[in-house]
């Protein structure tokens, strides 16, 4: 059975840092790439990193890149989001989601098979 | 990056009708799309992916179609359990959802 449990959420100052974990379980960690998605209180869905299965290609989206870093640790079927200069508006439920697709040479197709129950990160002063 | 646009954004039904959500892409997806469902307080659950695949687990009464720009989702019997928040997603990357479609009890 696929599990996946993040960790690691809180209450943050703006302009500080913190990083979420997601420990895998019930699948080969290293064979799927893995995403970061987020949702602020009472709003949608938004995509916000992606790590390719050897963690040697990643994706963010617009809104976090040069603050996040996403990485793993396939010996710990961990991936890790490392948050810094945190905004009020990255205040939301973070979720990992393990990916399925693929990727050809110049696009990748992964929509986002099996998800965590997320964690809350609260960026307020 | 490509907008997703999903109506209508709230739908009131009964148990027993038969509900259609649309998806609008602001271009070509192909059917690189994905529906899902998430209850209050929960993670959202896959239901359809490449526009018309029932994920395994998922009831026969969900369905996905369209191609190109234009996609649905329907309950052709909806189910007390239903009640929910419905997204879409595109996903040619980077990924983006819709705004989401809240299905409620009429």
Redesign the interface.
């Known amino acids: 059975e696929v599990q996946l449990l993040e960790s690691g959420g809180g209450l943050i100052q703006p302009g500080g840092s913190l990083r979420l974990s997601c420990a895998a379980s019930g699948f080969t960690f290293s064979s799927y790439a893995m ?1 970061w998605v987020r949702q602020a209180p009472g709003k ?4 916000v990193s ?1 790590i390719s299965g050897s963690g040697g290609t990643t ?1 963010y ?2 809104s976090v890149k040069g603050r996040f870093t996403i990485s793993r640790d396939n010996s710990k079927n961990t991936l890790y989001l490392q948050m810094n200069s945190l905004r009020a508006e990255d205040t939301a439920v973070y ?1 990992c989601a393990k990916d ?2 693929y990727c050809s040479s110049t ?12 964690t809350l990160v609260t960026v307020s002063s | 990056d490509i907008q997703m646009t999903q109506s209508p954004s709230t739908l009131s039904a009964s148990v027993g009708d038969r509900v259609t959500i649309t998806c609008r892409a602001s271009q070509s997806i192909s059917s690189w799309l994905a529906w899902y469902q998430q209850k209050a307080g929960k993670a959202p659950k896959l239901l359809i992916y490449k526009a018309s695949s029932l994920e395994s687990g998922v009831p026969s009464r969900f369905s996905g179609s369209g191609s190109g720009t234009e996609f649905t989702l329907t309950i052709s019997s909806l189910q007390p359990d239903d009640f929910a928040t419905y997204y879409c997603q595109q996903y040619n990357s980077p990924w983006t959802f819709g705004q989401g479609t809240k299905v409620e009890i009429k």
Do not use: R
């Open positions: 995403s949608g869905l938004e995509w992606a994706y989206a617009d979720y399925s697709g696009s990748c197709y992964f929509y986002f098979d099996f998800w965590g129950q997320g």
